[in-house]
Nanobody, 121 residues
Framework: QVQLVESGGGLVQAGGSLTLSCAVS????????MGWHRQAPGKQRELVAT???????NYADSAKGRFTISRDNAKKMVFLQMNSLKPEDTAVYYC???????????????WGQGTQVTVSS
């Protein structure tokens, strides 16, 4: 069974840094765009950053200059380096990936279980 497994969340003081990791667990034929979204209490889930398999990136305005997305295609992993964290970055962060399970199928969206990031002031 294919899953996205996240790690790296936690509690950090404002101004601190955290790195989130997400790995594709299970066998897939191809991995497409991977990314991170977040959902704060009482708010809708929002895009943080994405990265295509070719290395093109897209960031939310709130993440530009502070967060860096990267990936290891060989290991089927995506990372989010978060610097200069602010209390408003507090949210559950979800890994997302477009996966092609087997040749001849279509890409499908997969989501991780989420990892809590809490930034204290």
């Amino acid at each position: 069974q294919v899953q996205l497994v996240e790690s790296g969340g936690g509690l950090v003081q404002a101004g601190g840094s955290l790195t989130l990791s997400c790995a594709v667990s299970g066998t897939v034929f191809r991995v497409g765009t991977m990314g991170w979204h977040r959902q704060a209490p009482g708010k809708q889930r929002e895009l943080v950053a994405t990265m295509t398999s070719g290395g093109n990136t897209n960031y939310a305005d709130s993440a530009k200059g502070r967060f860096t997305i990267s990936r290891d295609n060989a290991k089927k992993m995506v990372f989010l380096q978060m610097n200069s964290l602010k209390p408003e970055d507090t949210a559950v962060y979800y890994c997302n990936a477009a996966l092609l399970p087997t040749m001849g199928t279509r890409f499908s969206d997969y989501w991780g279980q989420g990892t809590q990031v809490t930034v204290s002031s």
